[in-house]
T-cell receptor, first 110, second 112 residues
């Protein structure tokens, strides 16, 4: 699976949108971009995933660049409960495991 | 909605003892994955099963073994426990090996 690169940490104001970047310059055509988050020692929580097109669900939006080398997860209205480590993961369609690496520690401040 | 169930949630063992962790996947999910997360580390993939057969293997020690049963639940057996095995162990399940994985709450293992 392609390596992903994320900033180690970022702060966000409560009620504002949080934009989390992820670089995956070596991603291959059959690899999806998955986002999970982990709230202190809880099980990782699935957020969203996409291949080429932008995606939106009740939790977040995923914007993938046309060349697929980077993506941005958008939390539209961050709340204190969104404080977590966010992981961007490239995963083959026929792949099995998730490879967690680093992630971005997001702190939502009042 | 039903989620992945793991038991026990907390476990304390002595060095050289054995431990068995259980995972009950979301109903109608046939694929199960195990991950280990040491203190301050990211989750690391251990092993996975699809339709009761091992489908992928990661950095799982030889002292550990796992299986998936006919009702799709899975057990992770850990023998000759070492202090370094103290970690959170997560189980995840998916409807098939190609689909989104959903994680359980984890089992916190402490080896003394």
């Amino acid at each position: 699976d392609a390596k992903t690169t994320q900033p180690p940490s970022m702060d966000c104001a409560e009620g504002r949108a949080a934009n989390l970047p992820c670089n995956h310059s070596t991603i291959s055509g059959n690899e999806y971009v998955y986002w999970y988050r982990q709230i202190h020692s809880q099980g990782p929580q699935y957020i969203i995933h996409g291949l080429k097109n932008n995606e939106t669900n009740e939790m977040a939006s995923l914007i993938i660049t046309e060349d697929r080398k980077s993506s941005t997860l958008i939390l539209p209205h961050a709340t204190l409960r969104d404080t977590a480590v966010y992981y961007c993961i490239a995963r083959k369609a026929a792949g099995n495991k998730l490879t967690f690496g680093g992630g971005t520690r997001v702190l939502v401040k009042p | 909605a039903a989620g992945v169930i793991q038991s026990p949630r907390h476990l304390i063992k002595e060095k050289r003892e054995t431990a068995t962790l259980k995972c009950y996947p979301i109903p109608r999910h046939d694929t199960v994955y195990w991950y280990q997360q040491g203190p301050g580390q990211d989750p690391q993939f251990l092993i996975s099963f699809y339709e009761k057969m091992q489908s992928d293997k990661g950095s799982i020690p030889d002292r550990f073994s796992a299986q998936q049963f006919s009702d799709y639940h899975s057990e992770l057996n850990m023998s000759s426990l070492e202090l370094g095995d103290s970690a959170l162990y997560f189980c995840a399940s998916s409807p098939s090996s190609q689909e989104t994985q959903y994680f359980g709450p984890g089992t916190r293992l402490l080896v003394l």
